[in-house]
C-alpha cells in the first residue's frame, strides 16, 4: 500500500484527472489536499462524485488535510470567523466519514508572542476544540495537527486525549527545525498521520523523497516504532521537481514511496 497526496500538481479544479493517473501509477491510498487552505466548503453531490470516482479507481482515503481557511478560520481572534472555521471544519469532517477515512490535519497558526494576542489565540482555539470534539466523536474521526510550533501541539496533546486529538508529523517542515526528528521522537505514540517530502533545509519544497537532506534512515525506524498504523503517505508535488511530466512524476514518487516502506518494514 502506498499513499500519495491529490495535490501533486494543483490544489484547485476538478480532481478526476489526478485520481487517475494516481490510480494509474499504482497507488493505493489518496491523501486528500484539494482545497486545503480555503474557504471551499464540499457539497453532498460533490463528496458523492469523489466517492464514486475512488471506488471505480479502486482508491482508497488515507487522510484528508482540512482547511483553516482565508476568512473562515477556527483560530480567529474573529469571534464570527472562528464559528465560520468550525463549520468549515465540520464539513471536512463529515467528508472524510463519508469517504472512509478516519483522520484530518489542521494547522493551528502561530501562536502570538504577546501577552494578550496569545491568550486570545488559545482561548479561540480550545473553543473550537471543544465545539469539535463531540461532531468529530460522532463522525469517528480524529484531528491530527500538523507540527510547526512543538510547543503548541505538546500543550494540545495534554489537554485532549489521543481517541480525539493526535500529530501530524510533517517531516519537511522538521527538516526546517534544528531538532525536528527530536521533538516527533518525544510525540511518536501520539502519531496519526503523517507527511512525507523532502528539502534541502532552506525551504518547505515538497520534493520528492531521497532528494534533499531529510534523514530517512532515522525517520523510518520512527516510523516503525511509532503509533502510526497507515501506509507510506507522501505530500510531495511537481512545483520543485526537475520532472515536468506527471506520469513520470508520478512513478518516481512510487518508486522513493517503496523504497521507505522497504525501510520502515525493515525496522
Not at 530517512?216 to 516510523?223: D, E, K, Q, T
Request: proline content about 3%; aromatic content about 8%; some cysteine.
Amino acid at each position: 500500500m502506498l499513499s500519495i497526496t491529490s495535490d501533486y500538481a494543483a490544489d484547485t479544479g476538478c480532481p478526476e484527472p489526478y485520481l487517475k493517473r494516481i490510480a494509474d501509477a499504482g497507488f493505493t491510498h489518496v491523501h486528500w489536499c484539494h482545497q486545503w487552505n480555503t474557504d471551499f466548503m464540499y457539497c453532498d453531490a460533490e463528496i458523492a462524485q469523489i466517492a464514486a470516482w475512488m471506488r471505480k479507481l479502486g482508491l482508497a482515503l488515507t487522510d484528508l488535510h482540512a482547511s483553516d481557511g482565508k476568512e473562515k478560520r477556527w483560530v480567529s481572534p474573529r469571534e464570527y470567523e472562528r464559528v465560520a472555521g468550525v463549520e468549515l471544519v465540520k464539513n471536512r469532517i463529515a467528508m472524510t466519514a463519508r469517504l472512509g477515512a478516519d483522520v484530518i490535519i489542521m494547522h493551528t497558526g502561530k501562536e502570538p508572542e504577546e501577552d494578550e494576542p496569545r491568550e486570545r489565540f488559545w482561548t479561540q482555539l480550545r473553543r473550537s476544540l471543544d465545539e469539535l470534539e463531540p461532531f468529530a466523536r460522532d463522525h469517528g474521526v480524529r484531528i491530527a495537527v500538523e507540527n510547526g510550533q512543538f510547543g503548541v501541539i505538546r500543550r494540545l496533546l495534554d489537554a485532549y486525549g489521543p481517541d480525539f486529538l493526535g500529530l501530524c508529523y510533517d517531516c519537511g517542515h522538521g527538516n526546517l527545525d534544528p531538532d525536528g526528528l527530536d521533538q516527533a521522537e518525544a510525540l511518536k505514540d501520539r502519531l496519526i498521520s503523517v507527511h512525507l517530502h523532502d528539502n534541502d533545509g532552506t525551504g518547505d519544497q515538497h520534493r520528492l523523497l531521497f532528494t534533499g537532506t531529510v534523514d530517512w534512515a532515522r525517520l523510518a525506524s520512527l516510523l516503525a516504532t511509532s503509533a502510526y498504523e497507515k501506509c507510506v503517505s507522501m505530500e510531495v508535488s511537481m512545483k520543485n521537481s526537475d520532472i515536468k511530466d506527471e506520469v513520470p512524476f508520478l512513478n518516481k514518487a512510487f518508486e522513493t514511496g517503496s523504497k521507505l516502506s522497504e525501510m520502515v518494514a525493515q525496522a
